[in-house]
Nanobody
Framework: QVQLVESGGGLVQAGDSLRLSCAAS??????????YSWFRQAPGKERGFVAAINWLGGSTAAADSVKGRFTISRDSSTNTVYLQMDSLKPEDTAVYYC????????????????????WGQGTKVTVTS
């Protein structure tokens, strides 16, 4: 079982930056064979992919809507995944969720919501114009 706790959300103005954190605990059969991802969901909208990282290989990917603005990274010493969010826009307003897929080979990137096994509770990001 894997537990995920997100933090770092808040109320900011357009153009500001935030860094979200996802603290992971617990284990799968292979601790490092995981894909981590950030998804977001605005009220009345579907939960959509934002960015992903493969823990072992460090490969990353990001949705077109956030490329060049958001960066996903990890800190192995603290088992934490980050989402650095720069140049925030009002349309980025949403609850942001951290997710983990177990048993993911090195280098593989997973972007489909249905393929993730564990989810955090979410952290709210509000961007004013």
């Amino acid at each position: 079982q894997v537990q995920l706790v997100e933090s770092g959300g808040g109320l900011v103005q357009a153009g500001d930056s935030l860094r979200l954190s996802c603290a992971a605990s617990g284990r799968t059969a292979s601790t490092y064979l995981r894909a981590y991802s950030w998804f977001r969901q605005a009220p009345g909208k579907e939960r959509g992919f934002v960015a992903a990282i493969n823990w072992l290989g460090g490969s990353t990917a990001a949705a077109d809507s956030v490329k060049g603005r958001f960066t996903i990274s990890r800190d192995s010493s603290t088992n934490t995944v980050y989402l650095q969010m720069d140049s925030l826009k009002p349309e980025d307003t949403a609850v942001y969720y951290c997710a983990v897929r177990r048993d993911t080979p090195s280098g593989e990137i997973v972007t489909s919501r249905s393929r993730y096994d564990y989810w955090g509770q979410g952290t709210k990001v509000t961007v004013t114009s």
